[in-house]
């Protein structure tokens, strides 16, 4: 018999684990991020790519240098709003999840999501690259989770000149980062919520 669920506060994340799942703690690196949030936009414009460039944008040059970078005229279509787990011990992504969205255009997909590290928007020609990595690496996923699709929706009249101007009109990016109070799956519900039809 299992000995009674304890909980423990990681990043500001709860992890659930049993005495059986030890082992698999033992072998998981799960570090506190102190300060780490940081009040400029993360972008990778190939993150399709094992090697290349990354931006970090700060608000007063996310317009100019956004637009520099890609064309920011492009239309979103439709937005798609996915979760993970938060750690690979998890067996259930009820209440714990990340939350982050996939936004297609007709010539990329993107994907958008806000985390203790700060706000990161992503580009790959293939979505696979956005959906089930995060920076280049791979996804959290659980014992037995993926990354899951939770809703989508065609979207408004938006482009991505839209979409930046209500991340800068709205805070989003200098609103820091809060387990509770503002988190992955607020950021991403509003973002939906505003531009999903």
């Known amino acids: 018999m299992n000995e009674p669920i304890r909980v423990e506060d990681f990043d500001s994340r709860l992890v659930f684990f049993t005495s059986r799942d030890q082992t698999l703690l033992d072998r998981v690196e799960i570090r506190r991020v102190q300060g780490g949030y940081k009040f400029k936009l993360y972008f990778d414009p190939e993150a399709d790519q094992t090697h290349g460039k990354h931006y970090w944008i700060t608000v007063d040059e ?11 005229k492009e239309n979103i279509t439709k937005v798609t709003y996915y979760t993970h787990a938060l750690n690979p011990l998890q067996v259930t992504q009820t209440i714990l999840h990340h939350a982050f969205l996939l936004l297609e255009t007709k010539k990329w997909w993107w994907s958008l999501e806000k985390n203790s590290e700060g706000v990161t928007i992503q580009r790959s020609k293939n979505h696979r690259y956005v959906v089930e990595h995060y920076r280049r690496e791979e996804r959290v996923t659980g014992l037995l989770l993926g990354v899951e699709e939770k809703k989508s929706s065609k979207t408004r009249n938006v482009s991505l000149e839209d979409l930046i101007d209500i991340l800068l009109k709205d805070g989003f990016i200098l609103q820091e980062y809060d387990a509770l109070y503002f988190n992955c799956q607020h950021f991403a519900e509003e973002v939906y919520r505003r531009i999903a039809m």
């Open 62 to 72: 996310l317009k100019g240098k956004f637009s520099q970078l890609t064309d920011i």
